[in-house]
Structure formats: structure tokens, C-alpha cells
């Protein structure tokens, strides 16, 4: 064997090595960046801004893959755990859902029914009442008129404002709804569908059969319902003779 023949072995050998040490280069990139991301796994991203206190839409997500390794602990990666829940906060298009955003739904107790009636979104909601929040209720009845006494005077009822439910606690709120609705009269009383026009809310309730009861009554025959949100921690007992007000009794 020649010298020229021992350098072309030598180069061939060399070349070899590169390869091997290239390859060899190759698999521990490979092996780092596989260690650092890991495995995939499912998470869900919002696809529109949702309101704070709002009932989940599972439609309001996309699914998403993510590496395990940079997921956040809290990140929720089944759609089952929202159902039933609302958003504690506002949540962003495009952020990363996770369960610390989210609360149950205010239940029902014991005794308890939901019932549900459409409020003025201008003078009953303000968009400060949100499930949870307590809130005592005012109905507003026009006075009406009878027939003349004994005496031949004309006898009335003057209008008068009442505390229907006081401390009711609101376990959901709905959308904001336009009203165009025709109505008569019930009772001598202007009906709901009279006096809601332009846009409510409807609001719903857990309350037990009497005050759903007086709730029902106030949304069919009064003239305005309105709500008044009590204070977190503050008393929301109405004193009996706070509970009606007529403008003949301020004195």
C-alpha cells in the first residue's frame, strides 16, 4: 500500500467520524428539546370575551395543544368541568382557560325554587347585580279608583311603592333583550307586557313558594319593578313599617 492509498483510508476514516459525531450531535438535540417540551395535551383557549359572571358556553372555546411541561396547573383540559359554572372575572379572547377563573353556579337550597322575571336594564340592573349578589325588590302600583260611597264621594287607592322580597339572592342573569310587546290591562293594573319596551334583563331567583309568589304578582300587575342591590355582608331586613311608602304617608 502506497502513501497515497494510507491518506485516502485515513481521509475515508476521518470522514466517518465526522458522520457519526454529526449524527450523534443530532440525536442529542433532539433528545434535549424532547425532554424540555415533552408530550402534548389538550387545553382550551377563549374564541370571544366573556363578561364576568356569565354561565360558560362551551362554544365560546377552541381546543388547543399544548406541551404538559409549560401547561399551568390550573389550566382546565375537559370542557365537562365548566358546565354549570359562571366566570368570577372578565375573560379575554385568546387567553388560556383555567379553572381559577371560574366558579359554580349559585344553587338552589333547600326549599328553595328558581323563578325568573324580565327587568328594566336601565332602572332595575345597572349592570352591577350578578349571581350571588343579594338584593331586596320594589313594586310600584298605580292608585286606582272605585265607586263613590255612601257620602257620595269618589273613593280611591292611592299609588304605593312596597318591599315585596327583601334579601333575595340572584343566581343568574341573562342576556341583555330588546322588548317591543303590546299589552292590555289586568286588574285596573297596567301588565308587564304594557310596560316593558326597550331593553331588560331577565333575572333569576332562589327564593322559597311565598316570595316567589309575591314576585310573580308584582311582575304581572305592578307598574314598575325595580331592584335594589344590598351591600355584601350588610342587613337586607326591611322593618315592617319601611315596607310600604305612599306619598299621602311622608309626612
Known sequence: MNSRQRRGIILLLLSVLCAVGAAAGVLAVVDDAESKVGPEVTAYRLREDV????????????????????????????????????????????????????????????????????????????????????????????????????????????PVSKVIVSGAQVIEVGRLTPLDRQGGRQGGQRSASTRQAGEAVPITFALDTKDAQRVAYAESFATHVRLALVAPGGDADVSGSDRTYTLDGDK
Open 51 to 158: 363578561p364576568a359572571y356569565r354561565t360558560l358556553d362551551e362554544d365560546a372555546f377552541e381546543r388547543v395543544a399544548m406541551p404538559r411541561r409549560w401547561l399551568p396547573s390550573t389550566a382546565v383540559t375537559d370542557l365537562a368541568g365548566v358546565r354549570g359554572k359562571i366566570a368570577v372575572t372578565p375573560l379575554r379572547k385568546g387567553s388560556l382557560l383555567q379553572s381559577d377563573m371560574i366558579v359554580n353556579r349559585p344553587a338552589l337550597a333547600a326549599g328553595q325554587q328558581e323563578i325568573a322575571i324580565m327587568i328594566d336594564a336601565a332602572t332595575g340592573v345597572a349592570g352591577k347585580i350578578n349571581p350571588g349578589s343579594k338584593v331586596n325588590i320594589y313594586a310600584t302600583f298605580d292608585g286606582r279608583s272605585a265607586a263613590a260611597g255612601k257620602d257620595g264621594k269618589e273613593q280611591s287607592t292611592p
